[in-house]
C-alpha cells in the first residue's frame, strides 16, 4: 500500500481483556517497528521485525506483550489482560531496510482505551 | 542512560520571525530524524540527518546535525500559522531503536 495502515483506528476494551493491533506495512519494507505513545510524550520503542523474526523485543514492558509478523509483511501486537496503564497509542513503522538509512514510516496509530 | 533532550518544550512565536528548537542527546550517533506530529495524528518525516555536518532544509524548515556536540538544530525561518505542531527529533541508538525526545509544542501567533 501507499503508506503504514494500521487497525482498529481506536479500540475501547475492559481492564482483563484481549486485544489484538494490526500494522499493514509499505509494501517491500522489510523491517517493522512498534511504538507506544502516551499522552504527551515521544514513542516508545517496544519491538523491532526484520522479516520474520523479532530482532529486537527488548521494549515489551512485561509477559503481556506479544507481538508476530508470521509471513513477513503484516504484524500484529496482542495484549493480554489489558490494565488501565495499557492506555496509549501504539504507532507501527516500516523502513524499506534495517539502518535508518531511509528513514522510517509511521502509521496513523491505534488509539488502545482500557477502562 | 540513552537520553533525547528538546527544548523548548513550548514555544509560542509570532508569524514572520525566527526560531530555532534545540535536540541533545547523550550518547554518539551520526542518525537524526526530524518528525511533526499534528494533534490526534501520527508522525510525519520530516528530515533524515545521517552524518556530521548534514543540512537538509525544505520550505521554511531547516534542520543541521553536529555529531561531535551531540545536537541538532530545527530552524524555522518567518514562520506562518500552519507550522503550528509538535516536533520531534529522534536518534537511533544500536540496533534499530529510535529513541525519541519530549516533544516541543509549537504555536505560531498571528
Known amino acids: 500500500g501507499a503508506g503504514v495502515s494500521q487497525t482498529p483506528s481506536n479500540k475501547v476494551t475492559e481492564k482483563g481483556k484481549y486485544v489484538e493491533l494490526r500494522c499493514d506495512p509499505i509494501?517491500?519494507?522489510?523491517?517493522l517497528y512498534w511504538y507506544r505513545q502516551s499522552l504527551g510524550q515521544g514513542p516508545e520503542f517496544l519491538i523491532y521485525f526484520q522479516g520474520t523474526g523479532a530482532a529486537d523485543d527488548s521494549g515489551l514492558p512485561n509477559d503481556r506483550f506479544f507481538a508476530v509478523r508470521p509471513e513477513g509483511s503484516v504484524s500484529t501486537l496482542k495484549i493480554q489482560r489489558t490494565e488501565r496503564g495499557d492506555s496509549a497509542v501504539y504507532l507501527c513503522?516500516?523502513?524499506?531496510?534495517?539502518?535508518?538509512?531511509?528513514?522510517?514510516?509511521f502509521g496513523s496509530g491505534t488509539r488502545l482505551t482500557v477502562v | 542512560e540513552l537520553k533525547v533532550e528538546q527544548n523548548p518544550l513550548f514555544l509560542s512565536m509570532q508569524e514572520g520571525k525566527n526560531y530555532t528548537i534545540y535536540c541533545n542527546y547523550s550518547t554518539t550517533s551520526d542518525r537524526l530524524y526530524w518528525y511533526r506530529q499534528d494533534p490526534g495524528k501520527s508522525l510525519e518525516s520530516l528530515f533524515v540527518l545521517l552524518s556530521n555536518g548534514a543540512v537538509k532544509q525544505e520550505g521554511r524548515l531547516m534542520a543541521s546535525l553536529d555529531t561531535k556536540a551531540r545536537l541538532s538544530t530545527l530552524h524555522i525561518t518567518a514562520a506562518v500559522h500552519d507550522l503550528s505542531a509538535t516536533y520531534f527529533c529522534?536518534?537511533?541508538?544500536?540496533?534499530?531503536?529510535?529513541?525519541f525526545g519530549t516533544g516541543t509544542r509549537l504555536t505560531i501567533i498571528p
Open positions: 513503522a516500516s523502513s524499506l531496510t534495517g539502518q535508518g538509512i531511509y528513514g522510517y514510516t
Open positions: 509494501s517491500g519494507h522489510t523491517a
Open positions: 529522534a536518534v537511533l541508538f544500536g540496533n534499530e531503536k529510535l529513541t
